[in-house]
């Protein structure tokens, strides 16, 4: 365990749905980041957040609106989601976000698939 | 554009080898690198950083650096079939924010 939690860690819904990815860190971080992972892909950032403010988002569509209402907990909220989008989502860590020697450190995913 | 390659592999070796994967990066203003590991169905895993050049070892691990022909690679002595998994490799430069490799994958048979 890295004291990253991530819920759901699996998820099936429609495209018309809306759902929300919840992560949940215990390590005193003050950077949590969203990335996302498809096959044969490397890892894709989406979005950064240090302590609570949005420093990066990577030309995420609009159908992922993050929200970061305090240093420990992240959200990915999803709507009208496309099949392409069926991917695994996973949410890091740091204790900080500049530094070049700082560690990310990744929850377990949540399994993503969009019908 | 920052890139990191990767050869996706798969990359076989016997247990008891040593495994040998590569990365290399196009940001010369990269400073800081590091090895994750990913077991399929997993999170990756962080288990090696570096950011001087040469050797670091740690256990059966061994990162090397060499920013002068920008790459960098990560060396598993006495490989074990635990260590199959796909390895990852992200860089950091001036930007904060690390740029992943596609990973390879290693497979380590009996």
């Known amino acids: 365990e890295t004291g990253v939690t991530q819920t759901p860690r699996h998820l099936v819904m429609g495209m018309t749905n809306k759902k929300s990815l919840k992560c949940e860190q215990h390590l005193g971080h003050n950077a949590m980041y969203w990335y996302k992972q498809s096959a044969k892909k490397p890892l894709e950032l989406m979005f950064v957040y240090n302590f609570k403010e949005q420093t990066e988002n990577n030309s995420v569509p609009s159908r992922f609106s993050p929200e970061c209402p305090n240093s420990s907990h992240l959200f990915l909220h999803l709507h009208t989601l496309q099949p392409e989008d069926s991917a695994l989502y996973l949410c890091a860590s740091s204790r900080e976000v500049a530094g070049a020697q700082e560690t990310q450190y990744f929850g377990p995913g949540t399994r993503l698939l969009v019908l | 554009q920052k890139e990191v390659e990767q050869n996706s592999g798969p990359l076989s070796v016997p247990e008891g080898a040593i495994a040998s994967l590569n990365c290399t990066y196009s940001d010369r203003g990269s400073q800081s690198f590091f090895w994750y590991r990913q077991y399929s169905g997993k999170s990756p895993e962080l288990i090696m950083f570096i950011y001087s050049n040469g050797d670091k070892e740690d256990g059966r691990f061994t990162a090397q650096l060499n920013k002068a022909s920008q790459y960098v690679s990560l060396l598993i002595r006495d490989s074990q079939p635990s260590d199959s998994a796909t390895y990852l490799c992200?860089?950091?430069?001036?930007?904060?924010?690390?740029?992943f490799g596609r990973g390879t994958s290693l497979i380590v048979h009996p």
């Open positions: 992200a860089v950091r430069g001036g930007s904060y924010i690390p740029t």
